[in-house]
């Protein structure tokens, strides 16, 4: 059974930084896809980030609106993912949700398994 867990949120002021953290169970990261999606009360789940691990290494993929500011990592012996946040603004507060799917980690409506979500908050 795939289980995810987030930690790592809290309150931080404009230009800070935070790292997330999604301690998983019952999967293996070289056949899953793992992602970082976040939402805002009265708006949809966006996504924010994703990488695909393999033998050879790993590929990322971000959304604009952070790409340059947050980092996706994935540290398989301690099956844990990452996302290292900089350069936060108060745009980026939100509720933000671990996820994993074996085939596609881009689109809410595609994605199986979620964690419980780590709130993040940034004060101008």
């Known amino acids: 059974q795939v289980q995810l867990v987030e930690s790592g949120g809290g309150s931080v002021q404009a230009g800070g930084s935070l790292r997330l953290s999604c301690a998983t169970s019952?999967?293996?990261?070289?056949?899953?896809?793992m992602a970082w999606f976040r939402q805002t009360p009265g708006k949809e789940r966006e996504w924010v980030s994703t990488?695909?691990?393999?033998?050879?290494?790993?590929?990322?993929t971000s959304a604009d609106s952070v790409n340059g500011r947050f980092t996706i990592s994935a540290d398989s012996a301690k099956n844990t993912l990452y996302l290292a946040m900089s350069s936060l603004t108060p745009e980026d507060t939100a509720m933000y949700y671990c996820?994993?799917?074996?085939?596609?980690?881009?689109?809410?409506?595609?994605?199986?398994?979620w964690g419980q979500g780590t709130q993040v908050t940034v004060s101008s």
């Open positions: 019952g999967l293996f990261f070289s056949s899953y896809c």
């Open positions: 996820a994993a799917d074996r085939w596609s980690c881009n689109s809410v409506s595609y994605v199986k398994y």
């Open positions: 990488i695909e691990v393999s033998p050879i290494g790993s590929t990322a």
